[in-house]
T-cell receptor
Framework: GNSVTQMEGPVTLSEEAFLTINCTYT??????LFWYVQYPGEGLQLLLK?????DKGSNKGFEATYRKETTSFHLEKGSVQVSDSAVYFC???????????FGKGTRLSVIA | GAVVSQHPSWVICKSGTSVKIECRSL??????MFWYRQFPKQSLMLMAT?????????EQGVEKDKFLINHASLTLSTLTVTSAHPEDSSFYIC?????????FGPGTRLTVT
């Protein structure tokens, strides 16, 4: 079946530090890959996505590259801010009207 | 972007009672909505897929008679937790599908005492 594994948190970083949150997946075929972010007290928001191998998704300084050879979609940001503190979820979706499959989420805390 | 609302945002109920949670797509029509359950420090677990005008499809292990889902219109789906017990306490999140994107509601915190 389809599954997503992401690094366990919590992750605590100082402001302006480099962020990497690892995500690997297991799936048949060529799923689309996503990163969602959940700020405190809010619903999940799409952060970025990639729909095919070697695609790079980017938004708000975050990036992730769809690596089919390593079945990975690691999230990176060069310089985190306190406002980036949230829970980040990696997810995949197969082609068609299928639901998202989520990883367990990684809580990020950025301190000033 | 598209907005999905949930009501109520939190609810406390007594064991044995039923609770209804509403999920609305505010500015788009959603033929498909999903209901998730999120446990503390864990991922979102898909409970069921709801298609407008037809019966919901439940994931394995989810009791359909306990978690009643109704997708009465293209903008409204409801989840009713029947005969709630303390173990049903959780964070319930709905999601609505628009074209090729899934939008999420803010969630409903249910506490059963």
């Amino acid at each position: 079946g389809n599954s997503v594994t992401q690094m366990e948190g919590p992750v605590t970083l100082s402001e302006e530090a480099f962020l990497t949150i690892n995500c690997t997946y297991t799936a048949t075929g060529y799923p689309s890959l996503f990163w969602y972010v959940q700020y405190p007290g809010e619903g999940l928001q799409l952060l970025l996505k990639a729909t095919k191998a070697d695609d790079k998704g980017s938004n708000k300084g975050f990036e992730a590259t769809y690596r089919k050879e390593t079945t990975s979609f690691h999230l990176e940001k060069g310089s985190v801010q306190v406002s980036d503190s949230a829970v980040y979820f990696c997810a995949l979706r197969q082609i068609g009207n299928t639901p998202l499959v989520f990883g367990k989420g990684t809580r990020l805390s950025v301190i000033a | 972007g598209a907005v999905v609302s949930q009501h109520p945002s939190w609810v406390i109920c007594k064991s044995g009672t039923s609770v209804k949670i509403e999920c609305r797509s505010l500015d788009f029509q959603a033929t498909t909505m999903f209901w998730y359950r999120q446990f503390p420090k864990q991922s979102l677990m898909l409970m069921a897929t709801s298609n407008e005008g037809s019966k919901a499809t439940y994931e394995q292990g989810v009791e359909k008679d306990k978690f009643l889902i109704n997708h009465a219109s293209l903008t409204l789906s409801t989840l009713t937790v029947t005969s709630a017990h303390p173990e049903d306490s959780s964070f319930y999140i709905c999601s609505a599908r628009s074209v090729d994107e899934q939008y999420f509601g803010p969630g409903t915190r249910l506490t059963v005492t």
